[in-house]
């Protein structure tokens, strides 16, 4: 725990580089649409690429120094981002590369909080990295000079909570069938036939598509795929499974197969070697080409 209160700190050395991340639980009325709030400072290392895996929410990236790079299958980047970018929901691994510093602050909004706190068309960004400015107006840049001008966490903290807060008073609220289809998937952990949770809800599963396409920019069938992978993740993680088929059973796969397919298809690596490539932190870095 960092000093200051209600802050977890992790610092890493290795190898790799050294960085520091300061990871805050949002404030109580930001709690519903908030995961996390993070804070990094990457410095003194070698240019390193990570393998960002697909998660259930919409990170929110403000930069204040230096840049990212968005890197295609073929190891070319296809997108540099020196300034705020906002990711949609994906359920591909993303190369992202630094230079071997960062200076950043991240907020990682559930899909529906994404889109009532950024008033975001999750449908049109998802797969894809976009200036925040674009979809945040011009306004968003001053906010990100501030916060790199502001000295220590907890201020930047508070500071992009009021932000969010005033942004939560101004828009409206998800359609509440998406609200309480989206609760009852991320209960299950993804493990839930979407027939029967269409049935649940007393609508047609094809309504339901249209309306999680229309608002968190997914199939609920893709959603649940996250979520089952985020579980999954977290039980191989944990270092508590007996073996990964009981993890797979556990976390609703049809078998062993299945598991270790959607692992490599989500990760673009095997569980075991997923193990291997992480970090303390969480990060996982990139296989060599």
Same mark, same amino acid.
């Given at each position: 725990?960092?000093?200051?209160?209600?802050?977890?700190?992790?610092?890493?050395?290795?190898? !790799?580089?050294?960085?520091t991340?300061?990871?805050?639980?949002?404030?109580?009325?930001?709690?519903? !649409?908030?995961?996390?709030?993070?804070?990094?400072?990457?410095?003194?290392?070698?240019?390193?690429?990570? !393998?960002?895996?697909?998660?259930?929410?919409?990170?929110?990236?403000?930069?204040?120094?230096?840049?990212?790079?968005?890197?295609?299958?073929?190891?070319?980047?296809?997108?540099?981002?020196?300034?705020g970018?906002?990711?949609?929901? #994906?359920?591909q691994?993303?190369?992202?590369?630094?230079?071997?510093?960062?200076?950043?602050?991240?907020?990682?909004f559930?899909?529906?909080?994404?889109?009532?706190?950024?008033?975001?068309?999750?449908?049109?960004?998802?797969?894809?990295?976009?200036?925040?400015?674009?979809?945040?107006?011009?306004?968003?840049?001053?906010?990100?000079?501030?916060?790199?001008?502001?000295?220590?966490?907890?201020?930047?903290?508070?500071?992009?909570?009021?932000?969010?807060?005033?942004?939560?008073?101004?828009?409206?609220?998800?359609?509440?069938?998406?609200?309480?289809?989206?609760?009852?998937?991320?209960?299950?952990?993804?493990?839930?036939?979407?027939?029967?949770?269409?049935?649940?809800?007393?609508?047609s599963?094809?309504?339901?598509? #249209?309306?999680?396409?229309?608002?968190?920019?997914?199939?609920?069938?893709?959603?649940?795929?996250?979520?089952?992978?985020?579980?999954?993740?977290?039980?191989?993680r944990?270092?508590?499974?007996?073996?990964?088929?009981?993890?797979?059973?556990?976390?609703?796969?049809?078998?062993?197969?299945?598991?270790?397919?959607?692992?490599?298809?989500?990760?673009?690596?095997?569980? #075991?070697?997923?193990?291997?490539?992480?970090?303390?932190?969480?990060?996982?870095?990139?296989?060599?080409?």
């Amino acid at each position: 725990m960092d000093e200051l209160a209600g802050i977890d700190r992790f610092d890493h050395a290795s190898e !790799h580089g050294r960085w520091t991340l300061w990871r805050k639980q949002a404030a109580a009325l930001l709690q519903p !649409h908030v995961i996390e709030l993070e804070g990094y400072v990457e410095t003194g290392g070698a240019p390193l690429v990570r !393998h960002e895996l697909p998660f259930s929410g919409i990170p929110l990236i403000l930069v204040f120094e230096h840049h990212f790079s968005v890197f295609a299958d073929d190891g070319a980047e296809s997108v540099r981002l020196g300034q705020g970018f906002i990711a949609g929901l #994906t359920d591909q691994p993303t190369l992202v590369g630094s230079p071997g510093h960062a200076f950043c602050m991240q907020v990682n909004f559930t899909p529906l909080g994404a889109r009532r706190i950024l008033d975001l068309d999750l449908h049109e960004i998802a797969g894809l990295v976009v200036p925040a400015d674009a979809v945040l107006g011009a306004a968003f840049r001053g906010l990100e000079d501030r916060l790199a001008h502001t000295i220590g966490w907890s201020q930047r903290f508070a500071i992009i909570e009021r932000y969010l807060l005033e942004r939560l008073d101004r828009n409206a609220s998800p359609t509440p069938l998406v609200e309480a289809g989206y609760a009852q998937l991320v209960a299950a952990g993804g493990n839930l036939d979407i027939s029967a949770l269409a049935a649940r809800l007393d609508v047609s599963r094809k309504h339901l598509g #249209t309306l999680f396409q229309r608002e968190i920019g997914m199939a609920p069938k893709t959603v649940a795929r996250l979520l089952r992978f985020e579980s999954a993740l977290a039980g191989l993680r944990s270092g508590r499974v007996q073996s990964l088929a009981d993890l797979a059973y556990a976390c609703g796969y049809a078998d062993q197969s299945h598991f270790n397919g959607e692992f490599r298809s989500m990760s673009g690596q095997s569980p #075991t070697a997923l193990l291997r490539a992480s970090l303390p932190d969480g990060s996982v870095l990139a296989p060599p080409r």
